[in-house]
């Protein structure tokens, strides 16, 4: 929590009141680099892409029907202003609504996320065990990195000898 919420809960009468600060996993779970023995090993951050559709949630479907077309994508992203994803909207779905319905009232909610630390052999394996075939990376914060493919993830796993 910041230091802000926190003095806010004091004042509001809580007593035992902690501030969190990221450590070693925070940074790594945010794809930010990383050395030592953990950087030779491949992880969902080495492999993401950020190649996505982002809308806003807020956003008229119309507008995130003309972001999806620029791409060529089949889904977009709903994002608050500080990207934190909030859901996704199907192509399909989107065409069928009202264009002037916000991308709240349409998207599904809590898209299923992972963190760039995640070994990629093991989420590969996961992606392929249910039959997805790619799964959203987001910082400790809930904000959107990118998105991991799990073809091109097994590319990659095949290129490194694993």
Same mark, same amino acid.
């Given at each position: ?32 680099? #990383? =050395? ?16 996505? %559709?982002?809308?806003?949630? #807020? ?37 069928? %609504? ?11 909610? =809590?898209?299923?996320?992972?963190? %760039? ?46």
């Amino acid at each position: 929590m910041s230091e802000r919420a926190a003095l806010r809960l004091e004042h509001l009468g809580f007593h035992d009141v902690y501030r969190y600060t990221g450590g070693k996993s925070d940074w790594t779970a945010a794809g930010l680099p #990383r =050395g030592g023995e953990s950087a030779g090993n491949l992880s969902s951050g080495d492999v993401m892409s950020d190649d996505l %559709a982002i809308c806003g949630f #807020r956003a008229p479907v119309s507008e995130a029907i003309e972001i999806m077309k620029r791409g060529e994508h089949d889904y977009c992203v709903a994002t608050d202003d500080n990207r934190v994803v909030l859901g996704s909207l199907s192509r399909a779905d989107a065409e069928k %609504a009202d264009p002037g319905t916000k991308v709240e009232e349409v998207m599904s909610p =809590g898209p299923t996320t992972t963190r %760039a630390n995640e070994p990629l052999e093991e989420l590969i394996e996961r992606l392929e065990d249910a039959g997805v075939e790619g799964i959203l990376i987001s910082d400790p914060d809930g904000r959107l990195l990118g998105e991991v493919d799990s073809h091109e993830g097994r590319t990659r796993l095949k290129e490194s000898g694993r």
